[in-house]
């Protein structure tokens, strides 16, 4: 049969590329080749913004030792062009394993500003969730990750009814979101953010608040490093993705009140002076 990857393997791929820590094992089922994504979406430090990746060299190396096979693949910015990943990995084709023993730039520890900004002192403990990730200790990033929406669901909350009112919502929708905010367990205040989380925050349909709320609610004292270190990936992949994407639409949403406003300005400026002729 063909050797196209069903989808989910594909998925699986990209969650291997760029989720995993070095050295976490990946079971695979697919038995086709080790086919990558033609595309990931990751954040462009030199664009400051998330962005499409192309992959660019999909057999930087490839070589075969025994029932291993070894694949290093590049990917660059599709915006500006910058090389921003190679990554290596290794496919055990008699345990249909595959693990990632490569990656330029390494892991990196440091935060991206729109998280910095909206977690302000505790941006410390998401560093050191990642640090955790890194080293796949799970429930160490699990206990980081979960202090943090601990702390700043209520800023999270106070974005998002930014968000909500710019895109015109009802004072219910809105009220909702200010009870939300006196709320005070974290689990509450993600179930309500994902009720009105609106379409322009939910890629493909998924709701990220959703996500959110699930592994909150999951006890993770009774899970082994592997499961929490799921649920940490998760809740990270999740938060990284509210939170720009937060960040961008207030931003675009910014830029465009400005230009209505000088716009505005011009034509009053003109109705008040007109030509000297
Ligand atoms: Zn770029």
């Not at 030792?65 to 290794?90: D, E, F, M, P």
């Not at 009220?175 to 993600?190: E, L, Y």
Request: a negative charge.
């Amino acid at each position: 049969m063909g050797c196209k990857p069903m989808a989910d393997e594909q998925d699986k791929v990209v969650q291997l590329l760029t989720e995993y820590p070095l050295y976490r094992k990946m079971r695979f089922t697919d038995a086709a080749p080790l086919n990558f994504p033609e595309q990931l979406h990751l954040w462009c430090p030199k664009c400051s913004a998330d962005r499409t990746l192309d992959l660019s060299d999909e057999a930087l190396i490839e070589g075969y030792a025994h029932n291993w096979q070894v694949k290093a693949v590049s990917y660059t910015c599709h915006t500006c062009g910058t090389l921003l990943r190679i990554y290596v990995i290794l496919r055990d084709h008699k345990d249909m394993l595959l693990t990632k023993i490569g990656q330029c730039p390494p892991w990196s520890i440091e935060v991206d500003e729109p998280l910095v900004t909206l977690f302000g002192e505790d941006s410390i403990y998401y560093k050191q969730a990642i640090v955790c990730m890194s080293q796949s200790y799970g429930l160490g990033a699990c206990a980081y990750l979960r202090r943090i929406l601990e702390n700043r669901m209520n800023d999270i909350l106070q974005r998002l009814r930014t968000l909500l009112e710019t895109e015109g919502a009802d004072t219910d929708t809105l009220k909702r979101v200010d009870d939300a905010m006196s709320s005070n367990r974290a689990v509450d205040k993600a179930q309500i953010a994902a009720d009105v989380c609106p379409p322009s925050l939910r890629p493909g349909g998924f709701n990220p608040f959703s996500v959110l709320h699930d592994e909150l609610s999951t006890g993770v004292h009774s899970l082994d490093e592997e499961e929490c270190l799921e649920v940490a990936s998760k809740i990270r992949a999740a938060l990284e993705y509210v939170v720009k994407r937060m960040e961008e639409q207030q931003q675009e949403s910014g830029s465009y009140i400005t230009v209505i406003k000088e716009i505005q300005s011009k034509r009053s400026n003109r109705t008040a002076s007109p030509s000297p002729e």
